[in-house]
């Protein structure tokens, strides 16, 4: 197995520190706390790779991960819409999303990732249009199902497609949980599809 120090490649928080590369990426992003950091971990199977933590705002730099083939990048952005980060900061880290996507080298796809356990919030849908016009694939992975009652993801899954499909002509969306692996198999199969050619 790959150690950590070569799976990870970088952290940067302006673009032009964003690392050249000809290996195609795939980017995160979702609120502070939904579990960006978690599910690249996942995806990579590693425990301890990107940081994680249960109080929201852990992830403060853009940080890219290589996986162990080699074949491609996972970007982790820091979460957005962060209530306790005070205004300023959160407007300056929704605002480093926004100008900073586009610059990402070969960007292939982009999981956007919402909370199964709570209602649609506007800062997803507002997320949601914007991610959408960046232009690359975009998939919405619902976190924490292992936390929705069995009897509730139907609920959810047409919640899901209501209010996200509002927004864009065809919603993709996978439920997703790094605890009982819901999901996970999907996503590495949709990952693989863009980033294999
Ligand atoms: P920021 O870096 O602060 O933006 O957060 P993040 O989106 O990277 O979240 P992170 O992966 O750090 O996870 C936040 C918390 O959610 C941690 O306590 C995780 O253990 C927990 N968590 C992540 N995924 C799941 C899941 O699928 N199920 C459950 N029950 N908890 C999860
Ligand atoms: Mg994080």
Redesign the pocket.
């Known amino acids: 197995m790959a150690n950590k120090d070569q799976q990870f490649v970088t952290s940067a928080v302006k673009a032009v520190d964003f690392p050249k590369s000809n290996l195609p990426r795939i980017a995160f992003f979702?609120?502070?706390?939904?579990?960006?950091?978690?599910?690249i971990n996942t995806l990579m199977n590693r425990k301890n790779l990107?940081r994680?933590?249960?109080t929201?705002?852990?992830?403060q730099t853009v940080n890219f991960y290589l996986a162990t083939d080699n074949s491609y990048q996972l970007v982790?952005y820091?979460?957005y819409g962060?209530a306790k980060l005070g205004k300023k900061k959160r407007a300056e880290i929704n605002q480093m999303i926004r100008t900073t996507v586009s610059e990402i080298d070969n960007l292939r796809g982009i999981v956007q990732?919402v909370d199964g356990r709570i209602p649609t919030q506007p800062v997803d849908l507002e997320f949601e249009k914007f991610l959408n016009q960046v232009g690359v694939p975009q998939m919405i992975a619902v976190?924490?199902?292992?936390?929705v009652k069995k009897s509730e993801i139907g609920k959810l899954e047409n919640r899901i497609e209501k209010d996200f499909g509002e927004n864009v002509e065809m919603v993709e969306y996978l439920l997703?949980?790094?605890?009982s692996k819901r999901g996970i198999t999907d996503l590495k199969t949709w990952i693989s599809e863009l980033t294999n050619f």
């Open positions: 979702g609120r502070s706390n939904v579990g960006k950091s978690s599910l990107a994680t933590s249960s929201p705002g852990k992830t982790d820091p979460g962060y990732l976190t924490k199902t292992d936390k997703t949980s790094t605890v």
